[in-house]
């Protein structure tokens, strides 16, 4: 698909305000609601837009401690990662897990926990005991200085005037 100048001004909009009405949408990127709502619909369609969240404030909802992981596991085998992976699935503290090379660690894990008991419960007791879980590194965040949801839309310019 093909992102035209319109398409692009509906994700970006929708990025800015994901609970943005068809109407004030199409009002914001010169539309008529039902052209609009067809637009929205097609990027829904292509997986463009792959679902709607709404954003909450950890530190309200009482997890203050904010920390990075470093996982390296014993081995490099599919079972060993599969297993790992899996099991961090079913731990709602991680809120991202990326599989790196290039890296000492295997594995960058991003958890939000009430405070360093609650770390060290997870750490200990969970984390450190998944089968194939060798050497593991914690940083913990002092304060976020970019925190975006949105993903650049400014190479799409470029893209499409290519084609």
Known sequence: MILDKLDQ???AEMQKDGSISNLDLAD????SPS??????KQLEDEGIISGYATLLDPKKLGLKLHVMVQISMDRHTPDR??????????YPEVISCMLFTGHSADYIIELLVESMESYQELLL????RIP????VQ?????RKVIDRTSVPLNHLKNLNSKL
């Not at 914690?138 to 002092?142: E, Q, R, W």
């Open 35 to 40: 052209p609009c709502s067809r637009r929205v």
């Open 132 to 135: 194939g879980v060798g050497d």
């Open 28 to 31: 914001r990127v010169g539309l």
């Open 81 to 90: 990662f599969d297993c790992f992976e899996k099991e961090l699935e079913s």
């Open 138 to 142: 914690s940083s913990f965040v002092l």
């Open 9 to 11: 001004n509906i994700l």
């Open 125 to 128: 007791n969970r984390l450190t």
